[in-house]
């Protein structure tokens, strides 16, 4: 969004697997290409294999910004013989083990941006617009709260069996409640944990990630563990209940957003349901 706002006649290119492709063209508004089906990982090796329609968009770049590469290695050197003039940015997604930051993840992002001024402050001012405002993504509530009990690392998640009794406390309150389903919770979640769900609440599995964006964005709220969904609630507008426990950095990784809340718990088992409920409807 950045270097839209910076680059206003040139086209935004994400590359990335297909299906995460596809989410940021919702809810970003650029293009994307399939890293997989564009076979991009030739550049780490025989970049002569690279598809013509890879090759052509690397050509035809002025600017590229990586989070894959390091300046110097085989992904940058096989770059550059195929655009000698293209700007490339080497940007790391996060501090490496045992490095010393404190800051938000955004502001690590940031801070990798000053060899590159006019970036970096595009970058800021979408960065408050994001904090203020929010994506811009068009959301629909429809009447429901949104609850996703899960994430890729189940230490720092709240305890299913208090989700189940938040879901019966909204649900006692008259609110519809849809409980969002990803992978990792179909292969953790016992099948006695799924029917407490189903019992009381609707019970939604997304498809994709563009599936995903649509719950979230049809949502009043959501209210989660420490996770991927909480971020994208975050950015699109959606308020969002995001709980942390001492697994979870909260510095680093509050998720961004207008309308984002955060409860931390020293521990997690101890943090009732009756008390989340208590915070959820208060802000609400």
């Not at 040139?10 to 650029?30: D, H, M, N, P, T």
């Not at 890879?54 to 992904?75: C, K, M, Q």
């Not at 420490?226 to 507008?237: E, K, Q, R, V, W």
């Amino acid at each position: 969004m950045a270097l839209a706002r910076l680059h206003p006649q040139s086209r935004i290119i994400f590359v990335a697997q297909g299906s995460k492709g596809k989410l940021a063209e919702k809810a970003l508004r650029v293009e994307s290409a399939d890293v997989d089906g564009g076979a991009f990982h030739h550049l780490y090796g025989d970049a002569a294999q690279l598809p013509e329609t890879s090759r052509r968009l690397i050509e035809n770049a002025h600017s590229i910004y990586t989070f894959v590469a390091s300046p110097g290695d085989g992904w940058s050197s096989a770059v550059q013989l195929i655009n000698a003039e293209a700007a490339i940015v080497h940007l790391t997604p996060r501090p490496a083990e045992g490095e010393v930051f404190t800051g938000h993840i955004s502001d690590w992002l940031e801070g990798q941006l000053a060899a590159a001024p006019a970036a970096r402050t595009a970058y800021q001012q979408i960065m408050r617009s994001v904090q203020t405002r929010g994506t811009g993504y068009k959301r629909s509530p429809a009447g429901a709260v949104a609850v996703h009990p899960g994430s890729g690392s189940a230490k720092k998640n709240w305890p299913v069996s208090h989700f189940v009794q938040l879901v019966r406390r909204l649900v006692k309150s008259r609110r519809h409640v849809r409980v969002i389903i990803g992978e990792a919770e179909k292969e953790r979640l016992s099948a006695e944990e799924m029917a407490h769900f189903s019992a009381v609440a609707e019970v939604v599995e997304p498809r994709d990630y563009v599936e995903l964006l649509t719950q979230l964005g049809i949502a009043d709220a959501l209210i989660c563990n420490d996770t991927g969904p909480g971020h994208l609630a975050g950015i699109i507008g959606t308020p969002t209940f995001a709980i942390y426990g001492p697994e979870s950095n909260v510095a680093r990784w509050k998720p961004l957003g207008p309308h984002v809340h955060v409860k931390e718990a020293g521990d997690l088992g101890h943090l009732s349901a009756e008390e989340v409920y208590e915070w959820v409807n208060a802000a609400m």
